[in-house]
């Protein structure tokens, strides 16, 4: 159970974030009506809501570096809790950013996952 965790949730990290940095619209389709993102703080519920928040911030391009990935079984059911911490670079920025992010993956239909609970932070300092 515990090596499906990790790669599952590798899979779905480099999933992710290769769409977030390529294609952030089609995000959406990894969110339901029920989920639910905090992002800085600001909870945001819902794909439609969660999908406008990420295509709307205030870049149009980035690049993640994921630095480490620590998945766990959270439920009987087989959902994941995913960690993921790294940086985030910005055009024209010479500093990266470092994140947190934290991914609670339910399974669906057929052997996919969704994202119920998504917490995004920067780490400042």
Same mark, same amino acid.
């Given at each position: 159970m515990e090596e499906q965790a990790e790669m599952v949730g590798r &899979?779905?990290?480099?999933h992710y974030y290769h769409l977030f940095d390529s294609n952030r619209a089609s995000l959406s389709a990894l969110y339901q009506p029920t989920s639910m993102l905090t992002f800085e703080g600001q909870k945001i519920l819902g794909a439609d809501d969660i *999908? *406008?928040?990420? /295509? /709307?911030?205030?870049?149009e391009q980035c690049k993640h570096i994921i630095s480490t990935i620590d998945s766990q079984p959270s439920s009987p059911t087989g959902g994941i809790v995913? #960690?993921?911490?790294? *940086? +985030?670079? +910005?055009?024209?920025?010479?500093h990266m950013l470092?994140? *947190?992010?934290? #991914?609670? +993956?339910?399974?669906? &239909?057929?052997?996919?996952? #969704?994202?119920? /609970?998504?917490?995004?932070? +920067?780490?400042?300092?």
């Open positions: &899979a779905f990290v480099d *999908s *406008s928040k990420l /295509n /709307n911030l205030p870049f995913v #960690f993921v911490s790294g *940086s +985030l670079q +910005l055009p024209g920025e010479e470092r994140f *947190s992010q934290m #991914f609670h +993956l339910i399974p669906g &239909a057929e052997g996919t996952f #969704f994202v119920q /609970n998504d917490i995004f932070r +920067l780490n400042y300092g």
